[in-house]
């Protein structure tokens, strides 16, 4: 069994490279499964981010820790990221998001409409929405009208969203 690194640094002039963690162990006396490890680690006045990757012939997993992680298409303004609380996938004019507790009052589960970025995200400006507290927001592509599926009810409003115009439930 051998191990390879190598490493090339053009031009540093300042700064340092520390390579982390790279292991191959084997997990039986016999030889017959062996663990591979490589760790990546960056640590910037305590901000820490990296990955591992993991393999023992069976089973691998591959793990990132970043405030964001971003997917991105090359050319394009359309990706994916993973940011505190929720994954989001974007475009020029839309996006799709779902998480735990995010928008501009903490409330959403599930949002769909167009690209203004998460913290913007409300049930008045979405296609689609789910709260956290059950409740699913169906709008038509225009903002003119809605309907509202909660738990206990059913509701069909006016095309200025003001009235119910047919309510069902308890």
Same mark, same amino acid.
């Given at each position: 069994? =051998?191990?390879?690194? !190598? ?5 540093? &002039?300042?700064? =340092?490279?520390?390579?982390?963690? @790279? ?6 006396s016999?030889?017959?499964?062996a663990?591979?490890?490589?760790? %990546?680690?960056?640590?910037?006045? +305590?901000? @820490? ?5 993991? $393999? ?9 820790? #970043? =405030? ?8 394009? #303004? ?6 505190? $609380? ?20 903490? $409330?959403? !589960?599930?949002?769909?409409?167009? $690209?203004?970025?998460? #913290? ?6 979405? =296609? ?9 927001? @169906?709008? +038509? ?17 006016? &095309?200025? %969203?003001? *009235?119910?115009?047919?309510?069902l +439930? *308890?």
């Amino acid at each position: 069994m =051998s191990v390879g690194v !190598v490493i090339q640094i053009a031009s540093m &002039t300042s700064g =340092s490279l520390a390579v982390d963690d @790279i292991v191959v162990e084997r997990l039986t006396s016999d030889d017959i499964r062996a663990m591979a490890r490589v760790t %990546n680690v960056l640590d910037v006045n +305590g901000i @820490i981010s990296g990955t591992v990757s993991e $393999n023992d012939g069976v089973r691998s997993s591959f793990s990132v820790l #970043a =405030s964001v992680f971003r997917v991105l298409t090359g050319g394009t #303004a359309s990706g994916m990221e993973w940011q505190a $609380n929720y994954l989001r996938v974007y475009g020029s004019g839309y996006q799709y998001v779902i998480g735990t507790g995010f928008g501009a009052s903490n $409330n959403l !589960v599930q949002w769909v409409g167009p $690209n203004i970025g998460v #913290a913007a995200c409300t049930i008045a400006n979405c =296609s689609q929405a789910v709260t956290t507290a059950g409740e699913t927001i @169906i709008r +038509g592509s225009t903002g003119a009208g809605r309907m509202e599926i909660s738990p206990t009810a059913i509701k069909v409003y006016d &095309t200025v %969203n003001t *009235l119910p115009r047919i309510e069902l +439930g *308890l």
